[in-house]
């Protein structure tokens, strides 16, 4: 498939961008690029790094910049953003590819497994699985953005540059803060985020974008090494650094866990038109109680996911295991069980001086898959 196909034909659906795209559109363009982007992803990919992009100077680069900017389904000023922010289109594919294979590992034991089948009709909704994917492909933006400034990818960002850290002696010695002050600012820009929509939908998918964000932020740490003599911390550089990835989608995780319901509700003390969520009947306040910031947030059941149907290709034939969660995954209708042969690297040993020998082993394998 060539990749400058439009992505509704390539899908062969109607997808949310068959409309004007909202401002903060640009989450469910990299969600629906994931189709072509990630299609053989697995989950347990290492995750490849951003190739540097040499000075803005160099026209083959430029050309190769512009190129990528071009090929990213955006809205005009999403593109005009990208094409004169040199390292942006690259820093957007790789974030692309950290947020699927993250949804991928975090939902490796649930019915939905985050797989790419069905997701253009699972963005249309509003389900909890909805809320997710905005949420995981927020943080992977934000976060993929800090760590580009941090390590010079990006030529208009540099070193977090918070004013109670020594981020020229940090960088003096090597190391660099991640820059989350302006990942968190321009992706806003980006997405446009400055005024909140009226309609129910959009209200909730800036709430849940924002609860991706400020995963991320909740990550971020102060880290500190020691330069004083033998190891003494008596001269020390401290600067900003983000939590591993992996931290950020487990939290995520744990908020889609407990996401709540929303509908929306006037607020007589404004006038307007917000978040919130059912309370028990013997607690009615006069302002509608709206969820937290922090919580994800959606508007309709989700479906089983047990069957195939438009937003997934269901359970059956899905490996499991009988201790934790086949009963579930399979949904009441039983799993096959299933020997094999599998080999390994066994009793090995180091060797003078610079190897590692070991021996083949076998030992028999029992899988367990849902039946059809």
């Known amino acids: 498939m060539r990749p400058n196909l439009d992505l509704q034909k390539c899908l062969g659906v109607c997808v949310p961008l068959c409309r004007p795209p909202r401002k903060n559109a640009l989450i469910i363009i990299i969600i629906i690029h994931l189709h072509i982007r990630a299609s053989v992803l697995t989950g347990k990919e290492a995750l490849t790094q951003f190739p540097l992009l040499g000075p803005s100077t160099n026209p083959a680069h430029w050309k190769a910049h512009l ?5 990213l389904r955006l809205s005009r000023k999403q593109k005009r953003l990208c094409r004169r922010e040199p ?12 947020g ?27 389900f909890k699985e909805t809320a997710f994917l905005y949420a995981v492909s927020s943080a992977a933006l934000t976060h993929s953005l800090a760590r580009a400034c941090s390590a010079g990818r990006m030529e208009r960002c540099t070193c977090d540059d918070s004013p109670d ?10 190391v660099c803060g991640d820059n989350l002050k302006y990942s968190t600012r321009f992706l806003k820009n980006f997405l446009g985020q400055k005024k909140v929509g009226k309609d129910l939908r959009a209200k909730v998918d800036i709430h849940n974008t924002n609860v991706g964000i400020k995963a991320v ?3 971020l740490k102060t880290t500190c090494k020691c330069h004083g003599v033998s190891g003494s911390c008596a001269v020390r550089t401290c600067w900003k650094q983000l939590s591993p990835f992996h931290e950020t989608g487990k939290l995520l995780k744990l908020r889609y866990d407990s996401a709540v319901k ?14 919130a969520s059912p309370q028990p009947h013997n607690h009615m306040p006069k302002v509608p109680a709206g969820p937290r910031p922090t919580d994800l947030v959606y508007m309709e059941d989700s479906p089983s996911f047990c069957r195939p149907s438009r937003y997934s290709v269901g359970t059956a034939g899905r490996t499991c295991s009988r201790e934790a969660n086949c009963d579930s995954m399979c949904c009441g209708r039983g799993y096959n069980i299933q020997t094999r042969m599998v080999t390994f690297s066994c009793h090995c040993q180091v060797q003078w001086c610079c190897y590692v020998e070991c021996q083949q082993c076998m030992q028999e394998e029992v899988v367990y898959s849902c039946k059809q």
Do not use: M, P
């Not at 390292?87 to 950290?98: F, K, M, N, S």
């Not at 699927?100 to 497994?113: D, P, T």
């Not at 929303?262 to 978040?275: K, P």
């Open 67 to 71: 190129k990528q900017c071009d090929l």
């Open 165 to 174: 850290l020594e981020n020229r002696k940090a960088w003096q010695w090597g």
């Open 87 to 98: 390292g942006l289109a690259e820093t957007l594919r790789d974030a692309i590819r950290l």
């Open 100 to 126: 699927v294979v993250e949804c991928q590992y975090q939902f490796r034991n649930e019915r939905w497994n985050c797989s790419l089948d069905g997701r253009a009709d699972l963005l249309k909704r509003g």
């Open 262 to 275: 929303v509908f929306s509700a006037t607020n007589d003390a404004v006038g307007q038109s917000e978040l």
């Open 217 to 219: 932020k909740n990550g």
